[in-house]
Nanobody, 128 residues
Framework: QVQLVESGGGLVQAGGSLSLFCAAS????????MGWFRQAPGKQREFVAA????????YYADSVKGRFTISRDNAKNTVYLQMNSLKPEDTAVYYC?????????????????????WGQGTQVTVSS
């Protein structure tokens, strides 16, 4: 069992930056792939970024590539999402998720059902 708690969301102007944090409790955090997803009002949950268990492989949605960076610190049981050059369309509730798919590819990483555990989410609002 893994519990996930996101933090770091807030209100920022377009062009600004925010850092999101996802703290995990429970065993075997370092064995899980971690992902960030987001959901805007009236829209489906969409993939943002993912990272494999070691941090050696990362995956991004095209909409955030070059602006967002996912990383993890297994010693601290934490995964991060650094968000730069934020746009109003980045406004959403951001969720972190943990999963252990067999073979992490971009298609697998972007699929919500591949993740077993989800946090409650943190709101990110980007004003224009």
């Amino acid at each position: 069992q893994v519990q996930l708690v996101e933090s770091g969301g807030g209100l920022v102007q377009a062009g600004g930056s925010l850092s999101l944090f996802c703290a995990a409790s429970g065993r075997s955090f370092s064995s899980y792939a971690m992902g960030w997803f987001r959901q805007a009002p009236g829209k489906q949950r969409e993939f943002v970024a993912a990272i494999n268990w070691s941090g050696g492989n990362t995956y991004y949605a095209d909409s955030v590539k070059g602006r967002f960076t996912i990383s993890r610190d297994n010693a601290k049981n934490t995964v991060y999402l650094q968000m730069n050059s934020l746009k109003p369309e980045d406004t959403a509730v951001y969720y972190c998720a943990a999963g252990d798919p067999k073979g992490l590819t971009i298609l697998v990483a972007a699929t919500p059902r591949e993740y077993k555990y989800w946090g409650q989410g943190t709101q990110v609002t980007v004003s224009s």
